[in-house]
């Protein structure tokens, strides 16, 4: 078991040191390079990914070309496509890293054990799910209702510390603007702030 994931579980999910001892066996790591795939589409998820240091990307590229990022995930987060993992069909998403990135891969099995052996890991599993669709749905209300400002307020709320780590024209696809909206949105909330 890693320290990080063994700390995050401890602490979100009440799993004690014997419990996560019993299911070490099922954990996989491994390192992604800058712009190394995890998952490309038309392939079967295995795995939920734990990023333990650097950041995956996932998105889709529509009939056009063009990138559309569903979400990232930086340190300490979860990624995978549910969608392909739990129903075993072939995924319409990539994820790659943004970073040279590590990760604890976890499967199904993973979670089963932990969730039969602890009742608590098992509530907080719940919750996550719970929140993660929270999280989609608020993420599909702005995207069809917001403004370009209110979106990327919500990005800087969501990932704070994603700003000088990516780059523009990644934010501007995540929010389903041009990197030239995004400059746009950018200058009038600096000048509102002055």
Known sequence: MTQKLNTYLKENAGVTDQQLEEISDKLQFRTFQKGEFALREGQVCHHIFYVEEGLLRQYSIDHLGKEHIIQFANERWFI??????????????FIDAVEDTKVVMLDTDFFSALSDISPQFRRYNEYILQNHIRQLQNRV??????????????????????????PQWMIASYLGITPESLSRVRKELTKNKE
């Open 80 to 93: 995978s496509d549910r969608s392909s993992l739990f129903f075993n069909q072939p995924s319409d998403f």
């Open 141 to 166: 209300h702005l995207l069809i209702s917001a403004s370009a400002e209110a979106r990327y307020l919500d990005f800087i709320r969501l990932y704070p510390d994603l700003i000088q780590r990516v």
